[in-house]
């Protein structure tokens, strides 16, 4: 098989324990950390999906989210603080058969990546996008991040925070985003389902996943009870009606900082180009995959890297 086999069509069958790696590394994640979850559930869903390892890039930002890249055995790319979307972006242009996952946590993607999760979002890049969101700085220990509720106490705001926290839903659907969901740890099964729908989705699916920092964050306490708004009849809407998913988002993110854990679909739109099929169709978009090209020798290329070079001494 090619290095590149993302662009086979061939069945193959898939085993959770390929996405294993054979030399498997310590998970250095706290005791009862959600993070464990969000590995579990992308598990069990990529054979369900149907994507091999070598079909798969793991785009991953810093954080204990990022950490993620370590235990999930694929062609991966652990980036800078926040830039994992843009890298993703570059891969799947580059190479469309690729099945490209981005991941990281709300620090790093409502925080200093916030503008690349707008505009990934706006130009509906086809990939997956999971945001760890334990509403704090992990990694650096428990600082407030962009989705801590008001008045959350931490070292950094010792008399709680005096911000409203971002409304992560709504600025995705806002932005552009074609899939939107949130999901919990603590809800295994609702998990790995809502990532197998957000990877098999054409255009950028976002899954805020809620996951519990038992270290550092312990108003979140477990993310439970949880309600699965697809489930309860008190939450009856149309997912595909932006303004119906607009009012839902909103009173999920409302409830949430009260206490109250809503997770489910919120938003689906089948019907928008990709941003690889928009540069398709305006011609900008080479009709193989710009990362063949790399193994074959014969290839022209329009611009060489002597001719920039030299145009720019
Ligand atoms: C440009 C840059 N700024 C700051 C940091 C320090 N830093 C590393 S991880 C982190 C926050 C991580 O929080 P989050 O993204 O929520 O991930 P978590 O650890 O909670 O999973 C920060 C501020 C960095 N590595 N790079
Ligand atoms: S500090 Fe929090 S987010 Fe990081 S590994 Fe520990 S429990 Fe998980
Ligand atoms: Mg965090």
Redesign the pocket.
Known sequence: MSAFSAIDDEEQEIDQNEFTPGIEPQATWCPGCGDFGVLNALKQAMPEVGRTPDETLLVT?????GKLNSYFDCYGYHS???RSLPIARAAKLANPGLEVIAA?????GYG?GGNHFMHTARENHDMTYIV?N?E?????KGQT?PTSPKGHKSKTQPHGSAKDPVRPLSLSLASGASYVARTAAVNPRQAKEILVEAIEHDGFAHVDFLTQ?PTWNKDAGEYVPYTDIQDDDEFDFDITDRREAADMMYEAESRLWEGEVLTGRFYQDTSRRTYTEEKQKIGEAPAEPLAERYFDEDAEWERSVEEIRANHT
């Open positions: 930002g810093i954080g204990c989210s800078l603080h926040g990281g946590g709300d620090g790093d200093i760890f334990n704090i700085f992990g990694l650096t991040s920092c």
